[in-house]
């Protein structure tokens, strides 16, 4: 039997290991193709560095990949079969935002690269108390480093708005996302609801990191739309 081909790309200081679970419970029917962000200083860059070399493209981005996936698909809306944006909302940072950001940065070069406390985490997660996904999240912003995270941050700060481009846009995009994810704009995704034909799907969750607590749903995702 041949494999259905989807395209995956991660988040922000996350790595392969973010879609292990769901790849484990997918293996009999799709090829995974992992594909790297590349390190560039916008947005901009970062898509046109990525280069796909197929048609009929089905594409899955997860929080920050969410959003460069969305983005590459609007460029190269002839190549597209389906998108899955994954907790991630495709609009501007707000000031509040943006501040924090600059501020990491700041204390990054001041002071030196630290990963992420138990608390930030546990934000991030709905069972507050798995010590071995803590630990993974730790691991993975361990392992892209300083480096890394200081050019993540300066070309992703400032991004735009894809309200504009997304409502003009036929691709088939399709959201995935938990109702009380803190990290998300709840009025955008309203907003976008309403002006649109896409199919949003929320889950009962405040959970960030849904491929990895949440990989019974993706699954189930995942074979309904590819």
């Known amino acids: 039997m041949t494999k259905k081909r989807v395209y995956l790309i991660t988040g922000f200081m996350c790595d392969e290991r973010v879609w292990n679970k769901v790849e484990t419970l997918l293996h009999d029917s799709y090829e995974f193709i992992h594909i790297s962000i590349p390190n560039e200083n916008s947005f901009e860059k970062i898509v ?13 981005g997860f929080s920050l990949g969410g959003y460069i ?3 590459y698909a609007l460029k190269n809306y002839l190549k597209i079969n389906k998108v899955l944006v994954i907790s991630s909302t495709l609009c501007s940072l707000n000031d509040d935002e943006i501040r924090q950001r600059e501020f990491a940065l700041e204390l990054v070069k001041e002071y030196g690269f630290s990963i992420l406390n138990d608390k930030k985490i546990k934000t991030l997660i709905e069972n507050k108390n798995d010590n071995s996904l803590i630990a993974l999240i730790k691991d993975m912003y361990k392992n892209n480093g300083k480096e890394k995270f200081i050019n993540l941050l300066q ?6 708005d894809l309200s504009n481009m997304l409502q003009k846009s036929n691709t088939d995009f399709n959201f995935l996302y938990s109702e009380d994810d803190i ?14 034909n896409f199919l949003f799907e929320s889950i009962p969750s405040d959970t960030h990191m849904i491929p990895l607590e949440k ?12």
């Not at 070309?155 to 735009?160: A, E, F, G, I, M």
């Not at 990290?183 to 649109?196: F, G, H, P, S, Y």
């Not at 990989?215 to 590819?226: A, G, N, V």
């Open 69 to 71: 996936a969305s983005y």
């Open 155 to 160: 070309s992703t700060t400032y991004r735009k």
């Open 215 to 226: 990989s019974d749903i993706l699954e189930t995702k995942i074979r309904q739309l590819f």
């Open 183 to 196: 990290l998300l704009d709840k009025n955008w995704i309203d907003t976008i609801k309403e002006n649109t």
């Open 48 to 60: 046109k560095k990525i280069n796909i070399e197929d048609e009929n493209i089905n594409l899955i």
